[in-house]
């Protein structure tokens, strides 16, 4: 396993929609290993296999927040959302692609994602309260969209600056 590089928004990569997975073998396996640790190390609740630059449909996660509660790392790959809740919630989301920022995003409460597992078999699950933004704001990755296109464009054009600013300080760094 190994700890990979998370692109800092603004990245072509991360405006591009993601392949579907055709095959699982080890390449794919070991991405999914090294997104899991790199998550958990960076530390997050979700990871996109396109934050890591491979624009393939996958995702990782792992919302347990709660002291004693064992960790849950879920690899959900082709993941799909085949139903939605009409109530919506707010969450004040962030992103490893975009360090250091937050902002509101109402999203529907519940979701019901049907995807395959690591192992090829087919799952299906319905997510509520941070499973549910998490898996909504991950599969928005896979389509090449980010939390701050829900903000007003001024909004987002701000935390676009910050990140420009910040990536040119690591550069330099
Ligand atoms: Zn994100």
């Not at 393939?56 to 996660?61: K, P």
């Given at each position: 396993m190994a700890l990979r590089d998370?692109?800092?928004?603004?990245?072509?990569?991360?405006?591009?929609?993601?392949?579907?997975?055709?095959?699982?073998?080890?390449?794919?396996?070991t991405l999914?290993q090294d997104m899991l640790q790199t998550?958990?190390a960076?530390?997050?609740?979700?990871?996109?296999?396109?934050?890591v630059?491979?624009?393939?449909?996958?995702?990782?996660?792992?919302?347990?927040?709660?002291?004693?509660?064992?960790?849950?790392?879920?690899?959900?790959?082709?993941?799909?959302?085949?139903?939605?809740?009409?109530?919506?919630?707010?969450?004040?989301?962030?992103?490893?692609?975009?360090?250091?920022?937050?902002?509101?995003?109402?999203?529907?409460?519940?979701?019901?994602?049907?995807?395959?597992?690591?192992?090829?078999?087919?799952?299906?699950?319905?997510?509520?309260?941070?499973?549910?933004?998490?898996?909504?704001?991950?599969?928005?990755?896979?389509?090449?969209?980010?939390?701050?296109?829900?903000?007003?464009?001024?909004?987002?054009?701000?935390?676009?600056?910050?990140?420009?600013?910040?990536?040119?300080?690591?550069?330099?760094?």
């Amino acid at each position: 396993m190994a700890l990979r590089d998370i692109l800092i928004h603004p990245d072509p990569r991360l405006k591009t929609p993601a392949k579907p997975v055709e095959t699982i073998d080890d390449g794919l396996r070991t991405l999914a290993q090294d997104m899991l640790q790199t998550m958990y190390a960076a530390p997050g609740i979700g990871l996109a296999a396109p934050q890591v630059g491979q624009l393939v449909r996958m995702l990782v996660m792992d919302c347990v927040k709660e002291e004693g509660v064992p960790p849950r790392p879920m690899i959900l790959i082709n993941p799909r959302i085949t139903w939605s809740s009409d109530a919506l919630s707010t969450y004040e989301e962030g992103c490893l692609s975009i360090p250091e920022q937050y902002a509101d995003v109402e999203r529907p409460a519940e979701v019901e994602v049907a995807w395959t597992t690591i192992e090829g078999t087919e799952a299906s699950e319905r997510f509520d309260g941070l499973w549910s933004t998490c898996v909504q704001h991950e599969i928005d990755h896979l389509d090449g969209k980010l939390f701050i296109d829900y903000l007003k464009p001024l909004k987002r054009q701000m935390i676009t600056r910050k990140m420009v600013k910040l990536k040119r300080e690591r550069a330099r760094a």
